[in-house]
C-alpha cells in the first residue's frame, strides 16, 4: 500500500529556505513512470502544482515558482524534497506531496497524496 508523509518545520522565517521532505513507503521512487510532485494550498485559494521529480530523476517546474524551487531525491531513503528559497507569507499553506503515474501538472488529478503539513512563513 502507497503511503507518502510530508516532514519538516511547521515555521519559517521570511527570507528563508523552507525545506519538506516526502517520504515514501509502499513502492520505490525509481519504478517506471511515477513522478513525485509537490503541491500547495494557500489559506482560503486553490491547490497548486510546485513541481515534480520523475522516476528518472528529471526535475520539472511551475514556471511561477522556478526560479525559487527545487526538487532532489534520495533514492537510498526513498525520499524526496522540496526547497523553496526567500519565503515570503504568502508562501503559507499546507504542502502535500503526491505521486501520479505520467507528467501531469493539474494538482486535483494526482493519484495518490500525503496528508499534508502546514507551513506559516512569519517572523
Known amino acids: 500500500q502507497m503511503q507518502l508523509q510530508e516532514s519538516g518545520p511547521g515555521l519559517v522565517k521570511p527570507s528563508q529556505t523552507l525545506s519538506l521532505t516526502c517520504t515514501v513507503s509502499g513502492g520505490s521512487i525509481t519504478t517506471n513512470y511515477y513522478y513525485w510532485n509537490w503541491i500547495r494550498q494557500p489559506p482560503g485559494k486553490g491547490l497548486e502544482w510546485m513541481g515534480s521529480i520523475a522516476y528518472s530523476g528529471s526535475t520539472y517546474y511551475s514556471p511561477s515558482l522556478k526560479s525559487r524551487t527545487s526538487i532532489s531525491r534520495d533514492t537510498s531513503k526513498n525520499q524526496f524534497t522540496l526547497q523553496l528559497s526567500s519565503v515570503t507569507p504568502e508562501d503559507t499553506a499546507v504542502y502535500y506531496c503526491?505521486?501520479?503515474?505520467?507528467?501531469?501538472?493539474?494538482?486535483?488529478?494526482?493519484?495518490?497524496w500525503g496528508q499534508g503539513t502546514q507551513v506559516t512563513v512569519s517572523s
Open positions: 503526491a505521486r501520479n503515474w505520467g507528467h501531469i501538472t493539474t494538482a486535483q488529478a494526482m493519484g495518490d
